[in-house]
């Protein structure tokens, strides 16, 4: 099946430093990949769209300057935390939508196993 | 705007018990509805759509449109049924983002 990864799994910086989180979908394509995240024991918060080629869409009271988006390609969609803070400490997780519908025809999102961000 | 509701954090069941997790959504127009699994330690996974009107894992959701809900059932809950259980919504325009609810830990109790 369709499987999407994220690099890296963890990882701990110290504050005001910036942190680049990949995405990537490897064995589809993916002209979408949205970005989320998650606090300890809650639901998943939609931060951003990413469109191939294209500008990221950010949902309302996330910083774009903050958050940068690149999808450079249709199989890999980065997320760089910029100046990062303590408060940006959470799981960060990634999901590319299948646009040919591998699955019977189906358009069908998949989701990396998250990214752990500490910042100290 | 689009909203799941999931009313119920965690719901805990005997083992052989039916179960029936709760969701329902708002939106404006015709919405996909899906059930995503998270087990312990794993990705996020699609259990199923109501598309595709299947059953996975001995797990049924039928969409109500008059009752705007999406419930998932099964009729006899298995102990590896233990998990994080989110419904989402994507709209029905163009490449809309999935939102989900907030879950429901289902414990299945031997």
């Known amino acids: 099946g369709a499987v999407v990864s994220q690099h890296p799994s963890w990882v701990i910086c110290k504050s005001g430093t910036s942190v680049k989180i990949e995405c990537r979908s490897l064995d589809f394509q993916a002209t979408t990949m949205f970005w989320y995240r998650q606090f300890p024991k809650q639901s998943l918060m939609l931060m951003a769209t990413?469109?191939?080629?294209?500008?990221?869409?950010?949902e309302q009271g996330v910083e774009k300057d903050k958050f940068l988006i690149n999808h450079a390609s249709l199989t890999l969609s980065t997320l760089t935390v910029t100046s990062a803070h303590p408060e940006d400490s959470s799981f960060y997780i990634c999901?590319?939508?299948?646009?040919?519908?591998?699955?019977?025809?189906?358009?069908?999102?998949?989701f990396g196993p998250g990214t752990r961000l500490t910042v100290l | 705007a689009q909203r799941v509701t999931q009313p119920e954090k965690l719901l805990s069941v005997f083992k052989g018990a039916p179960v029936e997790l709760k969701c329902n959504y708002s939106y404006s127009g015709s919405p996909e509805l899906f059930w995503y699994v998270q087990y312990s330690r794993q990705r996020l996974q699609l259990l199923l759509r109501?598309?595709s009107r299947e059953s996975i894992k001995g797990f049924t959701a039928d969409l109500n449109k008059g009752e705007t809900s999406f419930h998932l059932k099964k009729p006899f809950a298995q102990e590896e049924d233990s998990a994080m259980y989110y419904c989402?919504?994507?709209?029905?325009?163009?490449?809309?983002?999935?939102?989900f609810g907030k879950g429901t830990r289902l414990s299945v109790i031997a």
């Open positions: 109501h598309i």
């Open positions: 990413s469109n191939e080629g294209s500008k990221a869409t950010y």
């Open positions: 999901s590319a939508r299948d646009s040919l519908g591998l699955a019977g025809g189906l358009v069908t999102q998949y």
């Open positions: 989402a919504l994507k709209g029905n325009s163009g490449n809309t983002p999935l939102v």
